[in-house]
């Protein structure tokens, strides 16, 4: 079978990294896979075998995700809009997929609905009309107004057959974070979580020991790393690595001029994953990819919420994991040195999780949810 998997990562990667999860486990089943990408271009993530098209790059001004902004940095205009869109759906004709995945959208991106709702659109006029799902987080930015779950509620009844929920239902459940009326509850499929496998530990014992500090692919970790600096003088007895993310050369040189003899600073790094087993500790927002890196690892951890603008999405998915071993939440509002020390201590005598009975297997069972319900479309 033939699977589109259209994302637009705005701020960060994470959304981008997790289709690419989905994506590589259709190709491993054997399926055909065109990942359709709306956000700017992410070196550092390597779509391999996949079908690869880049649309015209859109980014958010910073936090604000009704201003979108082009290549170039400026506002994006209905001509740039109108080509992504354009080229969006001559994807979907040409490619002609038997399963079409929107990520987060109906549940977010309103700022593109338009070119969301051509594509959706032009899906239902297609000779073979193919499987539509969304595919969403465990946890959701709840909607600001009720008019925005109403909407989404209606999008989902008019033009999709179901609703991915990459979480275990055991653990997070949709509902603890945008209303489920019934008419929607019929649609959602709970996969479990979508995570690569499991790390294993780095073969040359990289990150072994070490506190590991990052913050994403985004550029919004200045004042955590600036932090986790100041927090290492005052553990000189442990070894500090911090890995920057976004494409900053100001900040990677000016933490690295602050940084102590017990801290490396270096730009992120694509075997991040598996420095995490050995590690001491981590330090980290609490994006969806991360957090499943973390518990996958089962390394000690602390969480510092992105909470920037009107983001609660990582504070609540924070809070729904604070109650496992070793890890705890520290509020940006309340991110001193002396306070980043001590939790670092603390999950640090935690000690190391093990034996998790959490679902990690979301992308294999996305995979098989779809293809069923494609073949029972034929």
Request: aromatic share 6%; hydrophobic share 45%; proline share 8%.
């Amino acid at each position: 079978m033939k699977a589109m998997i259209v994302v637009t990562h705005l701020l960060g990667t994470g959304h981008l990294s997790r289709a690419l999860t989905l994506g590589r486990a259709f190709d491993v089943a054997g399926h055909e896979v065109l990942l359709v990408s709306g956000g700017r271009p992410a070196p550092h993530l390597d779509p391999g075998p996949l079908g690869f098209l880049q649309l015209p790059p859109l980014a958010s001004d910073g936090v604000d995700f009704t201003r979108l902004l082009n290549d170039r940095g400026q506002q994006a205009d209905a001509g740039y809009l109108e080509a992504r869109s354009e080229a969006l759906c001559h994807a979907l004709r040409d490619f002609g997929p038997d399963i079409l995945i929107t990520e987060l959208f109906p549940f977010g991106r309103r700022a593109l609905a338009g070119e969301f709702l051509s594509l959706l659109t032009a899906a239902q006029d297609q000779r073979r009309r193919p499987t539509v799902l969304a595919s969403i987080r465990d946890i959701l930015a709840p909607p600001s107004k009720p008019a925005k779950a109403t909407r989404a509620a209606e999008i989902v009844a008019t033009y999709y057959d179901a609703v991915l929920v990459h979480s275990d239902r055991h653990a997070t459940r949709l509902e603890q974070s945008w209303p489920v009326p019934p008419e929607l509850a019929e649609k959602l499929r709970y996969t479990g979580y979508v995570a690569p496998p499991a790390p294993a530990p780095h073969p040359d014992g990289i990150g072994a020991g070490e506190v590991l500090v990052s913050a994403g692919g985004g550029g919004v970790g200045g004042p955590l790393f600036h932090t986790a600096l100041a927090a290492a003088r005052l553990r000189p007895d442990l070894r500090w690595r911090l890995l920057v993310g976004g494409k900053d050369p100001a900040l990677l040189a000016d933490l690295r001029a602050k940084a102590p003899g017990n801290a490396t600073v270096e730009p992120a790094r694509p075997d991040f994953r598996q420095m995490l087993p050995q590690a001491a500790a981590s330090v980290s927002m609490c994006g969806y990819n991360t957090a499943m890196d973390l518990l996958q690892a089962g390394t000690p951890a602390v969480l510092i919420p992105f909470d920037a603008g009107k983001e609660v999405e990582q504070g609540l998915r924070a809070d729904s994991l604070a109650a496992l071993p070793g890890i705890t939440v520290l509020r940006s509002a309340d991110l001193t040195p002396a306070a980043l020390a001590g939790a670092v201590d603390r999950v640090r005598a935690a000690g190391p999780r093990h034996d998790s009975t959490l679902k990690f297997d979301g992308a294999a069972q996305s995979v098989a949810i779809a293809t069923k319900m494609a073949r029972e479309r034929t």
